[in-house]
């Protein structure tokens, strides 16, 4: 069996292990890249995932960047099944579509600027349309039950404890009498996670464990002081009738969100006359698909249920689909609570909300998620005094709370004691899914703690993988990572400089405003220049 690391290789984004076996290709998970401008060219170059030849896809969890590039498979003509639970699909059906929009939308913006430049308009990386055909082709399956998708392929998706309908994945490929036993953690979730259920031990003993590493580096901390948290921003906010504003993606996070207020309103820690906006469509639909999902909850989820009682339907809770509702929040008066997207502030219904309250004093902004680098959300949490929103400079003034407890993932003690559940020290484990810092540290813990064999594959790296033998890579490092020849940069830059020296003598003739002009440009250029070598 061959595996070959089509993202999430030393990252954390563009999940996707390209897989074959029994003369037949086949793929866990097909997400999309996202961060800097290098990674998410690699959305653009799919040739090398050879969708036609792909004869099934197995999609661990909804989560974009699981699932993101599986509208571009469809358009480039994958058309076989893509298997993953109930929940997970309904999830998939409406996040593909939003994904699809945003990159729709994305390339008109982008067209505007360029034709106005005099340069050729973009196309989207993938349209509706194309999602709707990726959304064609899922095929629905339930944890615990084995299937056959191709003869000699075994697979069983079991609860990941993630999100909605997550899953990891064990699949057991018999070939020429020898049998190859695989686990894919796909995201694994906290066993304190508010709404599914623990993530379950895995039923197989595997040869090779494809293990995620997000957190491998450290542990969430006060993970149990979430929703005392959450209460001390009401408390502080009402009273002063500002608005509790919660940036919250869309699956998962929103409904935990108002599950919190929701036993948050049970210890009378709620005031009865505070309204609960939720302000995304796309959390809006993900909370009408938690609740067709039942049967997914935790017990006692299930239990409140039986009860009578339901977290997504508080008489509180005010859902605004449409643009018209969704701006008459900012004419409401009084305090109120605010959950909108996107959860970094980056995007979204959010913004308009940050423009009108993070200049109040007595508002607050509480983070509950992770706030990526350079994004709006990261710069609060880094106390910045004003941040630029919707092309305005806004004052920060609200009172800043950053929760940390409601994070989907596993921290590393979690890991390793779900990894305690192999028992067989023949295991191999490969780390994806993680920065190269937190890869490090788990593979050190797991090497001294478990001594298991651990190894870090990296982006594009094919391995052949044979129980009871060493593994085989194979790794295309040029095509992965292309050489930067920086002697030929640096040498360009010379030549510049000296062809600007070559033509300072006509400089001191030109008008003054001129002269001024061109200063300002090449100072300019020497203040990059300045930060380009500091960061060296
Ligand atoms: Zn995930
Ligand atoms: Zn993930």
Redesign the pocket.
């Known amino acids: 069996m061959k595996v070959q690391f089509l993202g999430a290789a030393q990252t954390v984004t563009g999940s996707c292990y390209m897989i074959e076996a029994l003369g037949r290709r086949f793929a866990v998970d097909c997400g999309m890249h996202q961060g800097n401008k290098a990674i998410e060219e690699r959305n653009e170059n799919t040739e090398i995932y050879r969708a036609s030849d792909i004869e099934f896809f197995l999609v661990t969890?909804a989560?974009i960047?699981?699932s993101g590039l599986l509208p571009k498979m469809a358009a480039e003509g994958f058309s076989g099944p893509i298997y993953c639970t109930e929940p997970t699909g309904a999830l998939l059906s409406i996040m593909l579509a939003d994904s699809a929009h945003i990159q729709e939308m994305d390339a008109v913006w982008e067209t505007r600027k360029r034709v106005r430049k005099g340069a050729k308009p973009v196309s989207p990386l993938y349209t509706a349309e194309d999602a709707a055909k990726a959304t064609s082709l899922l095929s629905a399956v339930s944890y615990d039950q084995s299937f056959t998708p191709a003869p000699g392929i075994t697979v069983t998706f079991r609860n990941a404890g993630?999100?909605l309908g997550?899953a990891f994945l064990e699949i057991v490929v018999v070939e020429e009498e020898k049998t190859t036993r695989v686990v894919f953690s796909g995201?694994l979730g906290r066993p304190e996670a508010l709404i599914v259920d623990n993530p379950e031990t895995p039923a197989i003993q595997a040869d090779y464990l494809f293990l995620e590493s997000t957190y491998g580096d450290r542990d969430h901390k006060d993970e149990n002081t979430s929703r005392e948290e959450l209460g001390q921003a009401i408390a502080y906010s009402y009273p002063r009738k500002g608005k509790v504003i919660i940036p919250a993606f869309a699956v998962e996070r929103t409904q935990e969100v108002l599950y919190s207020l929701f036993l948050l309103r049970k210890e009378g820690k709620l005031p009865k006359d505070l309204p609960i906006f939720v302000d995304s469509p796309l959390a809006i639909k993900a909370t009408e698909i938690f609740r067709q999902h039942p049967q997914y909850y935790d017990d006692d989820l299930k239990a409140l249920l039986q009860q009578g009682e339901d977290p997504f339907s508080m008489p509180e809770i005010r859902y605004t689909p449409s643009m018209q509702e969704s701006q008459a929040i900012n004419a409401y008066e009084g305090p109120a609570i605010i959950i909108a997207a996107s959860g970094m502030c980056n995007a979204g219904r959010i913004r308009h909300h940050l423009r009108h309250n993070l200049w109040r004093p007595e508002a607050s902004i509480v983070f509950v998620g992770y706030q990526g680098v350079g994004t709006p959300g990261r710069k609060i949490v880094d106390g910045a005094e004003s941040i630029r929103i919707l092309g305005e400079d806004t004052a920060v003034r609200a009172k800043i709370f950053t929760i940390n407890g409601f994070s989907?993932h596993a921290g590393q003690s979690q890991i390793m004691a779900w990894l305690a559940s192999f028992t067989r020290k023949e295991l191999k484990v490969l780390l994806v899914h993680g920065e190269e810092k937190s890869q490090g540290i788990l593979a050190g813990l797991i090497r001294e703690h478990l001594h298991l064999e651990v190894l870090i594959p990296s982006y594009l790296e094919e391995m052949t993988l044979l129980p009871g033998r060493e593994v085989m890579v194979q790794a295309d490092r040029t095509k992965a990572e292309p050489t930067v020849d920086w002697e030929l940069l640096v040498q360009d830059l010379e030549a510049k400089a000296a062809l600007l020296r070559s033509r300072m003598a006509a400089l001191p003739g030109r008008d003054w405003p001129t002269q001024a002009e061109l200063r300002d440009k090449l100072l300019e250029i020497n203040g990059e220049i300045m930060r380009l070598v500091s960061q060296i």
Do not use: S, V
Request: no cysteine; aromatic share 0%; charged share 20%.
């Open positions: 969890h989560h960047d699981h993630h999100i997550a995201d989907a």
